[in-house]
Nanobody, 115 residues
């Protein structure tokens, strides 16, 4: 059974930075793609950033230039570096992994951007 465990969320002031981590229970190369989604209160879950096994990363327009997704194969971990955080970035952030027609989710980590 695939497990994805997020960490790194918390409270940060506007303009600050956080780095989220997603540790997978197996090799991240076993997935076609991994990504980060977020869900703000009263809103639908949305894609934030994705990194395929090959090819280019992609980002939501709202985070381009501020967020960076990366991976460490040796640690089976995917990261989301978030800079210049805004109040509207407040949400629960979920790690996602896709393997053909299967999809896996972590339990999420809360990011709160507030002064």
């Amino acid at each position: 059974q695939v497990q994805l465990v997020e960490s790194g969320g918390g409270l940060v002031q506007p303009g600050g930075s956080l780095r989220l981590s997603c540790a997978a229970s197996g090799s991240i190369f076993s997935f076609n793609a991994m990504g980060w989604y977020r869900q703000a209160p009263g809103k639908e879950r949305e894609l934030v950033a994705a990194i395929p096994i090959s090819g280019s990363t992609n980002y939501a327009n709202s985070v381009k230039g501020r967020f960076t997704i990366s991976r460490d194969v040796a640690r089976n971990t995917v990261y989301l570096q978030m800079n210049s955080l805004k109040a509207e970035d407040t949400a629960i952030y979920y790690c996602n992994a896709k393997k053909w027609d299967l999809e896996y989710w972590g339990k999420g980590t809360l990011v709160t951007v507030s002064s």
